[in-house]
């Protein structure tokens, strides 16, 4: 089975600066037959499902805000917030998706220094 | 809208079963791939069982491989979690969510419902 790593565990960040989350696999995630890494991220608000914020690693999900950038590829991911705002206290986790159920990363919390 | 809506947990003694349902609104339900994705207290996100878009393949995590039943009823637009054996480790709230491609499924969950819960207590 994929294991899935985040760091930090959490992390408080001044309003309006750069936020960066990062998220390692124990194997790799892209699928060379199409080019894509099977790596998604969640942010998750307390009392609240978890919301769809980045899949295929990088494709920002309709409606999510373009401070929320995601990147890497193979075994190694960061998820980047470019000017933390107030709304995004929350936890995050990665999950990739090359295995069937996928594998969540414990989770990273990100909250207002 | 598209809408997931979980039913069936509840306070339950160890050893026993339960059933639980996510009944889905506002797409074509027997077109996509279902997940079901637990969180114990305090706890992060736990894949648990995963099934294609007609019902033919399922897949489980290893720790529930032999006590959990995943399966739907396209005709009803219901998907189900059948959990025997109950331990304490089972607690958690229950979510079923959508696989976010179309038939082929992947592409993370994009439509979660708001979860049942599960407390598995004597």
């Known amino acids: 089975d994929i294991v899935v790593t985040q760091s930090p565990d959490s992390l408080a960040v001044s309003l309006g600066e750069r936020a960066t989350i990062n998220c390692k696999s124990s194997?790799?995630?892209?699928?060379?037959?199409?080019?894509?890494?099977?790596l998604a991220w969640y942010q998750q608000k307390p009392g609240q499902p978890p919301n769809l914020l980045i899949s295929?690693?990088?494709t920002r999900e309709p409606g999510v805000p373009d401070r929320f950038s995601g990147s890497g590829s193979g075994t190694d991911f960061t998820l980047t917030i470019s000017s933390l705002q107030a709304e995004d206290v929350a936890i995050y986790y990665c999950?990739?998706?090359?295995?069937?159920?996928?594998?969540f990363g414990q989770g990273t919390k990100v909250e207002i220094k | 809208q598209v809408r997931l809506v979980e039913s069936g947990g509840g306070v339950v003694q160890p050893g026993t079963s339960l059933r639980l349902s996510c009944e889905a609104s506002?797409?074509?339900?027997?077109?996509?791939?279902m997940n079901w994705v637990r969180q114990a207290p305090g706890k992060g996100l736990e894949g648990v069982a995963s099934?294609?878009?007609?019902?033919?393949?399922?897949y489980y995590t290893y720790s529930v491989k032999d006590r959990f039943t995943i399966s739907r009823d396209n005709s009803k637009n219901i998907l189900y979690l059948q959990i025997n054996s109950l331990r304490a480790e089972d607690t958690a709230v229950y979510y079923c969510?959508?696989?976010?491609?179309?038939?082929?499924?992947?592409?993370?969950?994009?439509?979660w419902g708001q979860g049942t819960t599960v407390t598995v207590s004597s």
């Open positions: 506002g797409f074509t339900f027997s077109t996509y791939g």
């Open positions: 295929w690693a990088s």
């Open positions: 999950q990739e998706y090359f295995d069937t159920p996928g594998t």
């Open positions: 194997q790799t995630v892209f699928f060379s037959s199409n080019n894509k890494n099977y």
């Open positions: 969510a959508r696989d976010q491609m179309l038939w082929s499924g992947g592409g993370g969950m994009d439509v």
């Open positions: 099934i294609w878009y007609d019902g033919s393949t399922q």
